[in-house]
């Protein structure tokens, strides 16, 4: 009976201590979070790069140690994990449903020019969400999904060149030969980093990419060369895209112990340090 009574003990005690770990990093992860948010938010104020942002800056895992055996990590996009790859999602390289042309609305996938045309002329656009868009008459959730990554309702309508899906390219009226030029150009293109005072350079990381859009068009027609079409059609799509990022995806991952917490994901702008959406998962 001392036996049972003490096996039956143990195995109370060692749930007590496992539900103790859990709601310690439950409630630790949400302080933690909102203190890395702020923190992030100021530290992007002294961006060694303010007038262009990369896929390799965006996307790079930062560690931050806090006291003790807690941390955070935290990165400006999403990484979507798919059966054979990673889809990198960036806030600043979807297309705005609330300053989008109807020509670009019906190259949406799923979409035609009748659903396109409710779309733009729906009472509730401006949206404040993306899911508003399933209100239109003829949409169906299985068309939203076809493109609900490529969508956005923040921003003012310009594209990161540097961080922009092949697809979302051809949604704005490239082709497809001028779509990939692009991500060929800014995977193989190193930008020459900013430097001090004496001449070093100041970030240590290598990035490709577009340092800005007035010299894309130049940069792409020596080392890949453009045909007359494709420069024509660059020369219009410069009025919709940018080499920044201003809206961004940040995701902060609380380290409680060691051991991950619970992960938050909100869309800032840091410019005016708001804060537009929070979600956790």
């Known amino acids: 009976m001392l036996a049972i009574l003490g096996m039956g003990l143990t195995g109370l005690v060692f749930q ?49 140690a806090l006291c003790g055996t807690n941390s ?32 670009v609305l019906k190259r949406l996938p799923g979409m035609d020019e009748d659903l396109a045309d409710k779309l733009a002329n729906l009472g509730l656009r401006p949206y404040i969400s993306i899911n508003e868009v399933l209100l239109a008459e003829g949409m169906t959730v299985d068309k939203f999904r076809l493109f609900k990554d490529m969508v956005t309702v923040y921003g003012n309508g310009k594209v990161n060149i ?43 990381e290598d990035e490709y990419g577009f340092s800005s859009v007035a010299s894309m068009i130049a940069e792409m027609n020596s080392s890949l060369g453009l045909s007359l079409r494709q420069e024509q ?34 869309v800032v702008q840091p410019s005016t340090k708001k804060i537009l959406s929070w979600k956790e998962y």
């Open 162 to 204: 540097n961080t922009v899906s092949k697809a979302v390219l051809v949604c704005l009226g490239l082709d497809e030969e001028l779509a990939d030029k692009i991500l060929r150009f800014r995977k193989e293109h190193k930008i020459d980093p900013p430097k001090d005072d004496q001449g070093n350079p100041i970030i240590k």
């Open 233 to 266: 059609d660059l020369i219009s799509a410069q009025s919709y895209l940018s080499v920044k990022s201003e809206y961004l995806r940040l995701n902060i991952i609380p380290q409680i112990n060691h051991k991950d917490g619970t992960r938050y994901s909100a």
């Open 72 to 103: 955070y990590k935290y990165y400006f996009t999403d990484k979507k994990v798919n059966k054979d790859s990673v889809e990198i999602i960036d806030e600043s390289a979807l297309i705005n449903l609330n300053t989008a042309s109807l020509d």
């Open 16 to 64: 007590e201590i496992k539900s103790s770990v859990i709601i310690s990093r439950l409630y630790g992860s949400l302080p933690t979070a909102e203190a890395a948010l702020k923190s992030v938010l100021y530290e992007r104020v002294e961006d060694l790069t303010p007038t262009y942002d990369t896929m390799e800056e965006l996307t790079r895992e930062n560690n931050v």
